[in-house]
């Protein structure tokens, strides 16, 4: 069946130092995949998608990658700030086409001043 | 800039009861989806729906879940008869899909509580 994983465990990070959060996935073949930062007591809020045929997205800070032979791909804030705090969330679209998306768990970032 | 918006904030409910949550989608958006997170875990995908009918639903969608767009703004999620595991936030969000980025807006959820 089809699997999203996301580093489950806590990452902190020295403000300043590059973070990078990772999301496999298995049994899929995804058209696209996103990212979304998700705060307590929040909803998800859209920060990138990665199209299978780009190897690098960038906007402002964040850097993504997807990787379709590895099944993987890399997010990254450059000089992250505590406000940057939250949990990131990577997304696939279960089936091309069907617009239905499954979510990975989410890995809580935690930028240390 | 447009907004997805859900009512109520908070819902507790005695199990066994029915509950309507309410969600307003952005306007011109076209799929529209309901999201259940329980506290800890992660956004788990309950159901979307397109051009007046439910176009995808998840394992947990059964019978005691059904979705209705009413009027053309509205769109809601009832849960027939809750039980206490129906605990959890409820998000709601939309897609546009016209453009480029499929981007889900989501709402700020309603967190259901179950007695």
């Known amino acids: 069946s089809q699997k999203i994983e996301q580093n489950s465990e806590a990452l902190n990070i020295q403000e300043g130092k590059t973070a990078t959060l990772t999301c496999n996935y298995t049994?899929?073949?995804?058209?696209?995949l996103q990212w979304y930062r998700q705060d307590p007591g929040r909803g998800p809020v859209f920060l990138l998608l990665i199209r299978e045929n780009e190897k690098e997205k960038r906007k402002e800070r964040l850097k993504v990658t997807f990787d379709t032979t590895l099944k993987q791909s890399l997010f990254h804030i450059t000089a992250p700030q505590p406000a940057d705090s939250a949990t990131y969330l990577c997304a696939l679209e279960g089936t091309s086409g069907t617009y239905k998306y499954i979510f990975g768990t989410g890995t809580r970032l935690k930028v240390l001043a | 800039e447009p907004e997805v918006t859900q009512t109520p904030s908070h819902q507790v409910t005695q199990m066994g009861q029915e509950v309507i949550l309410r969600c307003v989608p952005i306007?011109?958006?076209?799929?529209f989806y309901w999201y259940r997170q329980i506290l800890g875990q992660k956004v788990e995908f309950l159901v979307s729906?397109?051009?007046?009918?439910?176009?995808?639903k998840s394992e947990i969608f059964d019978d005691q879940f059904s979705v209705e767009r009413p009027d053309g703004s509205n769109f809601t999620l009832k849960i027939r008869s809750t039980k206490l595991e129906d605990s959890a936030m409820y998000f709601c969000a939309s897609i546009s899909v016209l453009g480029t980025y499929n981007e889900q807006f989501f709402g700020p959820g309603t967190r259901l509580t179950v007695l």
């Open positions: 049994n899929y073949s995804p058209a696209y």
């Open positions: 306007s011109n958006h076209l799929y």
């Open positions: 729906f397109y051009n007046n009918e439910i176009s995808e």
